[in-house]
Every structure is written in structure tokens, then in C-alpha cells.
């Protein structure tokens, strides 16, 4: 629960905010409209299109996850599943939306496959994804910095599956594509010191870098936020499209 806790408050800064609202522009849905949020963790997206009068269903494997969406909006409708075997009729939903979730797939197609049977004719389907391989973060030690980044990409399945989304859906039948990216710039090194440390103990575990190196880069990327000299540049992708 304590990483649910951490979650929360990424879900409410307003790069967040921001993105979750340009993921329901493109889902284009009306009140009355059902909708279901695959990989829906704690369930922001899930309250805000339910205030919206949008009939969302929440899905994701943890249970932890669906405990507490489910404690926020008790007026949705829940499921624990995986993404690639909703509990869902065919062509039972106007909108698709799916964030977070294809780097943690080593095989999206039937993701998104699915996505297709449970869309009515006509619906809409958001695939929102980070890749990690577009991920910049400024450094004295740029080679390093690369390195590091790799250690980060090493955590994932598919770090770089968002750069494949638009293929992979019209590959499903999906026509129409739209392709969005929205911009993270963070300034605060607090903000991400986690994900940092997280990323360079990764490289070290992959034999990228040795500790010392990672200690160094650690402290010159802290010491940067100490100056107001940390930045980092984190590229979201929202394809969208239409069954």
C-alpha cells in the first residue's frame, strides 16, 4: 500500500492531471458512454470519467490496486483480470483506454487485440505509454547519464514498446490513428531522486557501471537540484484510433 500511496501523489501533480485529460479529448466520449480502463491501478482515471457521467469500468491484476479505485469510486464497475482476457462481451464498450501498461508486456498484440473485441464499431481505443528510450535527463556526464538510462530500461519488459503502439493497432484493424506526445519537464530534483536511484542501481545490477560510478552520479544529479540546474525531459505517447 505504501507504493499506492507513492502513486497517488504522481497521479495529482499536473503533468499528470494534464495527460489523463488529453487521454479522455481523444477518447471523444459522451455522457451515458461506457468506457473501460484497462491496467486502471488505484483508479484516478477511473473516478474522473465516472464524474464526467462516463460508465467506466475499472480493470487491473492487483488486487491491492482495485481495493482501493474501488474504496475512491464505489459507483464503478471493478474487475481483477488480465489485460489480454477482459470480462467483457464483444463490442460491449464506446471507449477503450489503457495507460501505463505496454512496457510491462512482452507481447502487447493480444493487449490490443482485445481492445478491438470489446469496442463496439466506431468506438475509440487510447493506448498511453512512456519510452523510456526518448527519456533525457541533462548531466556533466552525458555517456554516463546514457548508461544509467539503460540500467532504467533494464527494469521493463518492453521499455520501448510506446514507440510501436500506432503499428501495432492498425496491425489490429484499428483505423484512423492518432499520434499525441506530451512533455514532462521536471525541474525539482526531488520529484524523481527515487526513479534516479532506482535507475543507477539497475546499472550497476546489469554490470553497466560499478557503484562508484553510480554514487558520482547520484550526487552530481542531487547537487544539481541543490543549484536549480536538474533537468530532466520525460515524453509520454497517446496513440489513439477508431475500431
Known sequence: MAELTFLDR???TTDALALR???YRLLDLAPGDTCVDVACGAGHAVAELTRAQIKTIGVDLDTD??????ARTPDAVFHVAPSDQLPLEDESVDGYRAARLFHLLADPLPTITEAQRVLRPGGRAVLVGQDYGFLMIDSSDQDLTDVVLLGLESRSVNPRAARSLRDWILDTGFHNPEVVVHNQIVTDHALLARQLESAAAAAVTKAL??????DEWLAEQADRGKRDRFLAVL?????AATR
Open 235 to 239: 515524453p509520454t505517447l497517446l496513440v
Open 21 to 23: 485529460a488529453e487521454s
Open 10 to 12: 504522481i497521479e495529482q
Open 65 to 70: 490496486a482495485i481495493a482501493t479505485a474501488r
Open 209 to 214: 557501471i560499478t557503484r562508484t560510478d553510480a
